[in-house]
């Protein structure tokens, strides 16, 4: 009856739309209905202009004079989409990104944010509850910066470890990636926006990220990187999802009928929307046919595929009035479900930032990775008196990634002048230093600088001390891959600081994995990452043994570029618009798969972190529940300091026949007092125990044996027990997660 009585109401309006704004309350807005049912109510409502409103997002950002910004998009800001002001439907104003509330082009004085941690930081401490407050943070602060939509939620796999985005994502394995970003996701849609996860799929590489032509095979990619997607979205329920800029197997991904229709809305039954990566539309009819709900990064007058052009293909039947009606429905249902569309933000509004500060900072000190500690020369003894600081810019701040994801950190950057001048440059430290840090930290030490430039000043630096900390870089950058090699000769500052002094430790803020020719000749290294706002504090605490360090690597660190799939990434030496082909030969077998099947050693492996603590774990049980395998097991704190212990659970056929020899089923962070032992329970995925079967498509689990091993890497042999498992067919679709 009710209903009934609504769907008059809005017959009504649409034959006669009230002239300027109503104001009564109307039919959609009624809260008491589901976020479908006032979807419909909305669609049912509106002209085919205003639909045609909804599924164009314009530029938000006068980059130079060529280019165009939507005059009602926030300053600096990624993207825009006006809202309907006939039906009180909501604007879209659309924000990056993975570390907070990002500044498109130059920097801006008062739009200085909180910058998380990079995403492989939040990553590598394997914590879901610590990523899923980073995320309510920085989702916090585009609410009150005045953005309902986040272009964050990275999940692409770091199949190449040069890939100058890895910063941005969430490390090489699906559970882990997926589970991650999908927990970011969920604290920044806390806020009654939404967020994209990105960038859909197959994008594992920036250099000629537009042209570049992916091939991979169906059971391959759906065990690789569309798992990551599927379980990120299972876990984060996103509103949208972007479409990247190249091609999966002869066709581009923002109109991708396989991928967009068949996998992520038929397969997976997804109900979001589906945005393109900015400017990564190609094609009217493919797009809007192919799955590409909203174009995204207009720039007036041209390069755009929908308005008027997606009208005429209507009119003349090439793409059925119900295609446009289903974009428009998922985008409004969406907006309608987060609760933007009922409350719009308001640019402007104060932001707590030392209470934010805290967030990021608590990030970073879960997520900063204690590689090496021989000795143990960390924590830093209270015998170290005389402590020598060397490169890096640490006297004054700590390393962000470059391009869209870019935060400009509250306080400007610590540096200036240095990288490209251009987007995606020019490098931005976040101001807080190191060296300050550690000096509040140890107010009775003395604290040498040298800033590394010199090699023999930086020698004679370390030589008088009794230890040295020599901080490097390695700036990443959207757009961009990087060769694995510490840039600036910064190998050799190393050696020099080494061989000046034998109590050396070295302290990386790089996007990911890089070489470390001199790891044998120093005596401590951390993987710092790019740790954020309060990045400075963080690592001089975790120096300091103030906090325990308890982060794992997402990623594999290997010994050298061969080491991986493809030694060089294809791209650099191609034509502006040659679409070329890369052939992931490797399939599902991403980083420790693939170092395990070649039966390569890591220089660290997936899963590694060291402690100030130590743990002892014991008690593995496991059995089959349901058609799936549960483990459970013990830790203890064995050592006299609390830490954090990240247990992993590996699963592998007792007779081969998957991508790899083992993957990851499960882990568990486990907070622990010393002495104090914890208990914890893992149910594996049965995705993970299961092969990608095309002929019957859905996952299909062997019968047969299959080890698990409670383990604190990827090489660690740990402790196995061996279950058995009748056979089970999964289907492609969600919710077998839980
Ligand atoms: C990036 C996206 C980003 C968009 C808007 C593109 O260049 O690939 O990740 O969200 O720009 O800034």
């Not at 060529?66 to 006006?82: E, M, W």
């Not at 890895?166 to 997926?178: K, M, Q, T, V």
Request: with cysteine.
């Amino acid at each position: 009856m009710k209903i009934t009585r609504i769907l008059i109401t809005a017959a009504m309006l649409a034959a006669c739309p009230p002239v300027g704004a109503a104001t009564a309350p109307l039919a959609w807005q009624n809260k008491a209905l589901s976020a479908d049912a006032r979807a419909d109510l909305l669609v049912s409502v509106m002209t085919i202009d205003e639909k045609l409103v909804l599924v164009t997002s314009y530029y938000g950002t006068q980059v130079d004079r060529n280019r165009y910004r939507h005059p009602d998009a926030r300053r600096q800001s990624a993207g825009f989409v006006p809202g309907v002001p006939r039906l009180h439907f909501t604007p879209q104003w659309q924000t990056d990104a993975g570390s907070g509330v990002a500044t498109q082009g130059i920097a801006v004085p008062d739009l200085q944010r909180t910058a998380l941690p990079a995403g492989i930081l939040t990553a590598a401490t394997w914590n879901p509850d610590l990523a899923v407050k980073g995320g309510a943070m920085i989702g916090a602060e585009a609410r009150a910066s005045g953005f309902n939509t986040m272009l964050a939620g990275g999940v692409n796999l770091l199949r190449e470890p040069g890939n100058g985005r890895n910063f941005e994502y969430g490390g090489e394995d699906p559970l882990l990636a997926g589970t991650m970003v999908g927990a970011i996701v969920r604290g920044i849609q806390s806020n009654h926006i939404i967020t994209t996860v990105k960038h859909f799929a197959l994008n594992d590489q920036e250099r000629r990220r537009t042209t570049v032509n992916i091939l991979v095979d169906e059971p391959s990619a759906r065990m690789s990187d569309l798992l990551a997607f599927q379980i990120a979205i299972e876990q984060g329920n996103p509103g949208a999802i972007m479409c990247s800029y190249n091609l999966v197997n002869g066709e581009w991904a923002c109109q991708n009928p396989w991928l967009l229709n068949k996998v992520l809305k038929g397969d997976w039954g997804y109900k979001g929307f589906v945005m393109s990566d900015w400017g990564a539309m190609h094609d009217t009819v493919k797009d809007a046919l192919g799955g590409l709900d909203q174009e995204a990064g207009v720039q007036e007058p041209k390069d755009y595929v929908y308005r008027d052009k997606l009208k005429a293909a209507i009119a003349d039947g090439r793409v059925p009035i119900a295609v446009l009606d289903d974009k428009v429905r998922r985008i409004a249902r969406v907006l309608i479900a987060s609760g933007a569309a009922d409350n719009p933000p308001t640019a402007d509004n104060p932001i707590d930032f030392a209470a934010h500060a805290a967030i990021s900072q608590a990030d970073a000190e879960e997520g900063i990775v204690l590689l090496k500690n021989e000795g143990p020369i960390l924590p830093l003894a209270g015998s170290a008196r005389r402590i020598a600081i060397i490169g890096g810019h640490a006297d004054v701040g700590v390393l962000t990634g470059g391009g869209s994801a870019q935060v400009y950190p509250r306080g400007g950057s610590a540096v200036q002048g240095e990288g490209p001048k251009h987007w995606p440059g020019p490098i931005v430290y976040a101001p807080s230093s190191p060296l300050k840090a550690l000096q509040t930290e140890r107010p009775g030490a003395k604290i040498d600088w040298a800033d590394g430039s010199n090699l023999s000043a930086a020698a004679a630096t370390a030589r008088n001390a009794d230890v040295a900390i020599v901080f490097v870089t390695q700036w990443t950058a959207e757009s961009l891959d990087f060769p694995l090699t510490l840039p600036d000769d910064q190998d050799a500052l190393i050696d020099a600081v080494a061989r000046a002094n034998p109590n050396t430790i070295v302290v990386l803020q790089t996007g990911g994995p890089v070489l470390m020719p001199w790891i044998d000749r120093v005596k401590g290294a951390v993987e710092a990452w790019y740790p954020g706002s309060n990045g400075g504090k963080a690592i001089a605490r975790i120096l300091t043994g103030k906090v325990n360090p308890s982060g794992h690597l997402p990623a594999t660190f290997g010994r050298a570029a061969t080491d991986w799939p493809r030694a060089e990434i294809d791209g650099l030496q191609r034509g502006k618009d040659e679409i070329f082909d890369v052939r992931f030969t490797e399939g599902a077998a991403v980083g420790y798969k693939w170092f395990d099947k070649n039966g390569t050693r890591p220089l660290f492996p997936f899963g590694h972190g060291l402690s100030y603590t130590s743990f002892a774990p014991s008690g593995l049980k496991a059995g089959a529940k349901g058609r799936t395998i549960q483990a459970s097991f013990s830790v203890r704190n064995t050592g006299r300091v609390a830490g954090k212990q990240v247990a992993q659970i590996y699963v592998s056929p007792v007779k081969g026949g998957w991508e790899a020899p083992k993957r990851l089923g499960g882990f568990a962070k486990l907070a622990l007092a010393p002495g104090q032992s914890k208990s914890a329970t893992v149910t594996v995925d049965p995705r993970l125990l299961g092969m990608w079967d095309s002929r019957n498509p859905g996952w299909t689990v062997a019968a047969g044996q299959y080890r698990v091993t409670l383990a604190t890497s990827a090489t660690d042999p740990g402790s196995s027990v061996v279950v058995t498992l009748p056979a089970s067919h999964w289907p492609a679709g969600r919710g077998v997660a839980k």
